[in-house]
């Protein structure tokens, strides 16, 4: 049934706003809805989730989604929530982005309910065979300039210097044109998207109360913003990339293991599948014991293993215990490059542990974690010394090339925190 559509959005705080007749067309049958995804880089961020599953939602409430990716409006550019015009990108490199973003698109929507199928499109497939003339009088005429520069997409970069192209100035045409076409095709009446889309989802809607004479709907959520006042979903090293290339499970994982206690109840109910009374116990938690953050702890495996895998959510809690010494066994160099990014480290020839290896003590001598050689017997004799997490208290032990991680790593250890990389690199 659809009828709940519209309720689970809200007590989820994902409605900004709506056009007034959405409740009524979520609750009175299967409605066809759409949201656009533009196509500028090889893959989708954190910031896309909330459209993104809140597609998946309708469609699980039986409302049949459409994913567009944006073939042709990505070579426009639009200019919503942008201080400065995009870099535009070449036709190749957008549909080589598409490709990629396509298999992204099928994690979280099912193309293949035989109910309610997902459906992908590109808007590359009717709008590079648009006639330019025919568009200025067909659609063009419905716009008024007064009606385009009052939206706050455009009216903001009206204000600034370097005003806004003409360019990017049409992005709402085409847009409102998406919408349109998708009416006629698949008997789409609503659009959603994030709030800045509002002024473009509204024209779209008049455009087709202006060719069609029917009432279509606009649905929009809220821009994330955290407590502190930075951007969602941006990190000191740049975007969380849904990509594992582009950020590894592991740093997926950290970025939600790491959310603000202010912030994680309303991310709980914006990015997972968790529904009010699970909410409402890991709120108690959080409120009660918010030292054992058991809120970002859900909420960091339920995104990694949702937007990964059971097996890479596994090796991410593994990797997020190393530093408190958990185990290093199975970790890859790049995972533990990551982990250890922040403490010391240094740099050794392989060739110093080939045949029998080098003595434990004289490893310490040279990475710098000991003085003298006595003062390394010591520490490793009183069981202060550990190698790739694992205590080493002999100082007749030796270290081989058996020891190195992934070929390229040795994880020194004195004492609970005192860390130190050491990078093997080849020797002759």
Request: net charge neutral.
């Amino acid at each position: 049934m659809a009828a709940g559509a519209f309720d689970e959005l809200k007590w989820r705080g994902l409605i900004y706003d709506n056009t007034e007749n959405v409740p009524e067309m979520l609750s009175s049958g299967p409605v066809t809805v759409y949201n656009g995804f533009d196509a500028t880089s090889d893959s989708l961020h954190v910031g896309h989730m909330v459209p993104l599953l809140a597609l998946a939602r309708l469609q699980r409430f039986g409302h049949i989604p459409i994913a567009v990716a944006g073939g042709g409006t990505s070579m426009i550019g639009d200019p919503s929530g942008k201080k400065d015009e995009r870099q535009l990108l070449s036709r190749g490199a957008i549909d080589a982005n598409i490709e990629i973003i396509k298999t992204q698109l099928a994690q979280f929507l099912d193309f293949n309910n035989k109910t309610n199928p997902a459906l992908l499109v590109n808007n590359a497939d009717w709008l590079l065979s648009l006639n330019l003339v025919d568009f200025l009088r067909d659609i063009g005429k419905h716009f008024t300039v007064n009606y385009m520069i009052n939206k706050d997409s455009v009216k903001m970069r009206l204000d600034r210097e370097d005003g806004i192209s003409f360019t990017e100035f049409s992005y709402m045409l085409l847009q409102s044109y998406d919408f349109l076409h998708l009416h006629d095709r698949f008997g789409c009446m609503l659009q959603t998207g994030g709030s800045d889309q509002w002024g473009n989802i509204t024209a779209g809607v008049e455009l087709i109360r202006r060719r069609r004479g029917k009432n279509a709907g606009a649905l929009v959520y809220p821009l994330i913003v955290k407590a502190d006042g930075t951007k969602f979903g941006k990190t000191e090293s740049g975007a969380v990339w849904l990509s594992a290339q582009r950020t590894s499970p592991y740093r997926f994982y950290q970025f939600w293991l790491n959310t603000d206690d202010r912030d994680v109840i309303g991310y709980l109910r914006f990015f997972t599948w968790l529904g009010e009374n699970d909410i409402r116990e890991l709120e108690a938690a959080a409120a009660q014991r918010p030292e054992q953050r058991e809120a970002q702890r859900r909420l960091a495996a339920e995104m990694t293993r949702m937007v990964h895998n059971e097996t890479a959510l596994k090796k991410a809690e593994q990797a997020s215990q190393v530093l408190f010494g958990g185990d290093i066994a199975g970790l890859t160099a790049v995972e533990v490059s990551e982990i250890f990014a922040d403490v010391p480290s240094s740099q050794m020839s392989g060739s110093q542990l080939r045949g029998g290896g080098l003595p434990a003590p004289e490893l310490l001598l040279a990475c710098g974690m000991a003085a003298s050689k006595g003062e390394a017997r010591r520490a490793l004799e009183s069981g202060g010394i550990y190698i790739n997490n694992r205590r080493i208290n002999d100082a007749a032990s030796r270290i081989t090339l058996e020891d190195v991680i992934d070929n390229q790593f040795i994880v020194m250890r004195k004492g609970r925190k005192n860390y130190l990389l050491v990078r093997v690199v080849p020797g002759d």
